[in-house]
């Protein structure tokens, strides 16, 4: 890109980046350059408010951790219907078993005391 723009064959408002580099390319922190798209259009207009608004700058990671918050609330929702249907589903087996355990104890009693 560099080369491109010294010999004249990019746009004449063309922005060269800055090169990145790779050993940090996954460890991107929220103000690396990276970030930045000063020069990827080709109008000169008021920057984007996340850039310029330092207001709004300041609250984008407020954003996100609310945004975290709020998916992980709904997964957390989602795990705690699934272990109440577990819950429930284990209470209705114990129930069963100790119908049938009741039930074999009253024909082991019958026969034992030849009820019957």
């Keep these: ?52 608004d330092e207001d709004v700058h300041k609250a984008i990671p407020a954003m996100l951790d609310h945004q975290r918050a709020t998916e992980e609330l709904a997964r957390l929702t989602q795990e705690e219907k699934l272990l109440l249907g577990w819950v429930s589903e284990e209470t209705s087996a114990l129930k069963a078993a100790r119908q049938d355990a009741e039930g074999e104890l009253m024909i082991c009693y019958a026969i034992l005391f030849d009820c019957g």
């Design 1 to 52: 890109m560099r080369q491109l723009k010294l010999c004249g064959e990019a746009p004449k408002n063309a922005h060269v980046p800055n090169v990145l580099q790779t050993a940090k390319l996954f460890r991107l922190n929220v103000d690396d350059e990276i970030w930045e798209d000063i020069g990827l259009d080709e109008e000169d207009g008021p920057l984007p408010r996340w850039l310029g």
